[in-house]
């Protein structure tokens, strides 16, 4: 078993930056893929990031690409998620997900992941 919290939202202006921080337990954090998804009101849920169990792979949807930036640190069992630029384009729920053991590779497909956080709401005000 998987558990997720998130961390890190909040509400700033377009242009401002914040990061995004999931803790995970379980012993397999360190083996699993990890992914940023998020979901706008009205709207269906979308990837953001993903991050592959070594970090070696990492991809991003067009959306965010050159503004977002996913990372982990295995030793902390955490997965960042850096936003830069952000723009009310960018408010929504963000959630943090790990894919199952054994599932390493990133992957930008939601129904990949099977461990879900509660999310944690940005906001950019225009």
């Known amino acids: 078993q998987v558990q997720l919290v998130e961390s890190g939202g909040g509400l700033v202006q377009a242009g401002d930056s914040l990061r995004l921080s999931c803790a995970a337990s379980g012993r397999y954090f360190h083996t699993a893929a990890m992914g940023w998804f998020r979901q706008a009101p009205g709207k269906e849920r979308e990837a953001a990031a993903a991050?592959?169990?070594?970090?070696?792979?990492?991809r991003y949807a067009d959306s965010v690409k050159g503004r977002f930036t996913i990372s982990r640190d295995n030793t902390k069992n955490t997965v960042y998620l850096q936003m830069n630029h952000l723009g009310p384009e960018d408010t929504a729920i963000y959630y943090c997900?790990?894919?199952?053991?054994?599932?390493?590779?990133?992957?930008?497909?939601?129904?990949?992941?099977?461990?879900w956080g509660q999310g944690t709401q940005v906001t950019v005000s225009s």
């Open positions: 997900a790990a894919r199952g053991a054994g599932y390493a590779g990133a992957s930008l497909i939601g129904s990949a992941y099977t461990y």
């Open positions: 991050i592959s169990w070594s970090g070696g792979d990492i």
